[in-house]
């Protein structure tokens, strides 16, 4: 398994997610809800290690 390389820049509630090789995507970040456009997810953090995740289908 070798070592990969990701960084995130924030503005505020954006959140920029880059790899080695360049951009990734951006997310959304307001309290505990998220929004990621690449998997187009909805997540909530929950009390303690956990999280809610609502997956958008991507087939169409």
């Given amino acids: 398994m070798g070592l990969v390389f990701r960084s995130r820049k924030k ?15 951006w997310s959304l970040k307001i309290g505990r809800w998220s929004w ?9 953090d929950l009390p303690g290690p956990m999280s809610w ?6 087939s169409r």
């Fill in 11 to 25: 503005f505020g509630p954006l959140i920029l997610n880059f790899t080695e090789n360049g951009y990734s995507s």
């Fill in 36 to 44: 990621n456009s690449r998997t187009r997810a909805h997540r909530v």
């Fill in 53 to 58: 995740k609502q997956d958008k289908s991507r």
